[in-house]
């Protein structure tokens, strides 16, 4: 079959709808566009496991604050439509906007949104929770796929998912580095070559903190000020923040225990970069 | 084929897949039981506009305020189901919650939910913004069926499944009344036989709005005055709020001009009760 580009909410809800009648299940890859190998794993990995398989390919307003990149967001349709062809997507859902001229209603994502990429960024996860509610509302798939770079963003639609009863499983999916270990973004393309060496730092200090809790470390103010060291080595890099908290919370730890996140955000010139890494069960 | 009761979101929401396979639209009648004979004409409008018809039966908790009628909210589903089978519903959706340990994401209705209703019930339209979505989430209707009685709702509702895309059509229905004009509401059965008949006035306060209008009157003040005269006049009624305002926006009018919604609460003895007319293209 070949590859679909539907335009508007309703021809998708259609399509949707046709998909189910026809009995096949429905995988969903929502995107911003700009797509990279980490998108595209999303993208295959929704093939294998459903029947049709819908991209969302939309800069969503709602989630740029005042002053952020909105409007120079890269937009390379042309080239997201051949690597949605390759990876065998069904369809893609390009909307113009998903919003009316008089948005009254948005979801609330309580504390989740205040917190670490919340701080700098208010009204973000908001925004990505209401245009999230919107798309699965849309497209109705069985299982949504999210990468795990964006940490607290898939804990918000794990959550928004649960307490909205929006029917999908939400399946996270892992992060794809680039050969020397910088996460995959849209927004790496925004780096001059020196930021884009610069860049590695982020990695580099989780996976000192990867070797250190390993090798039994557990304080968090520790580690938090070893990784910052890493960091403020690279004069173009300033940290935003670097968290070690409940993986399911997001509340500060004192002493590493559980599920723990670590993630790090900071900006690299004029680009703000994230990246994590998780524990499971630490005691 | 025999009226089902689905218990959980999972089932029900595999009910409308398969619903959606046969190729059957389906109408939706959300209700919080106590079913009356408004309800039963929700039922019977959606059972002749679609293939199939769900109702939900759930007294939502996020919806009622402290101190509000939660728990003493009747609860009468043998009855219920009756009024359902006979009205021809094909499946009853009576959840025990839909509200997991910990929810942390809900619907924000903004400004909607501060006024009318929204300034005596705090946080009512977010409880009612957010049930509503997670039942059109569950039922995914074609159509979903609600009375204007609860107009300050209907109209929340309506900008809900438009800023949020869920994609299914709001049918508003007219009000029932008694045969003496008081309007259908699970709550008369509070009302002891002397609040019964003083419940009249807010009936009686909407005919005399609609008399003055049919006779040239468009000043809000003059007429709010004269609709609370008629309410004070009964012992037991104390007024919650007369509003004359934009049918759209809410907002307060002083000249009556466009479409307006006038809408009166009132507690009569301890039961709170409200009802409303609305005039289209005033000039």
């Known amino acids: 079959m070949a590859l679909q580009v539907v ?5 998708m809800l259609k399509l949707s709808k046709q998909w189910t009648r026809d009995g096949k299940s429905i995988g ?16 295959e990995r929704a093939r294998k496991e459903n029947d049709a398989v819908a991209v969302s390919i939309y800069v969503n307003p709602t989630q740029f604050g005042p ?9 390379t349709f042309d080239e ?4 949605c062809e390759a990876a065998g997507a069904d369809a893609i859902f390009a909307p113009d906007t998903l919003y009316g001229k008089d948005p009254r209603i948005f979801v609330d994502v309580g504390e989740l949104g205040d917190v670490l990429c919340g701080m700098s960024r208010p009204g973000h996860f908001r925004g990505v929770a209401t245009v999230v509610t919107k798309l699965l509302s849309i497209v109705r798939p069985d299982r949504a796929y999210f990468g795990k770079k964006d940490a607290q963003q898939l804990l918000v639609i794990e959550q928004l998912v649960k307490d909205l009863d929006l029917g999908c499983e939400i399946v996270p999916c892992p992060i794809v580095r680039e050969p020397d270990g910088l996460a995959m973004s849209s927004r790496n393309r925004y780096l001059s070559p020196s930021e884009r060496k610069q860049a590695l730092c982020l990695q580099k200090a989780l996976k000192y903190c ?3 809790v390993a090798a039994g470390e557990r304080d968090a103010m520790k580690l938090m000020g070893e990784m910052a060291e890493i960091l403020q080595k690279e004069p173009d890099v300033e940290m935003d923040y670097i968290a070690l908290v409940d993986a399911h919370t997001l509340v500060d ?3 590493l225990r559980g599920n723990v996140l670590v993630a790090i955000a900071a900006k690299v010139g004029s680009t703000r970069l994230i990246d994590n890494t998780s524990f499971k069960n630490l005691s």
């Open 67 to 75: 002053g952020e990149d909105f409007s120079k967001y890269p937009r």
């Open 253 to 255: 730890l004192k002493r």
């Open 80 to 83: 997201d439509r051949k690597l």
């Open 7 to 11: 335009k508007t909410p309703a021809d």
């Open 28 to 43: 969903f890859v929502p995107t911003m566009g700009a797509l990279h190998a980490g998108h595209v794993s999303l993208i």
């Open 210 to 212: 990867e070797t250190k």
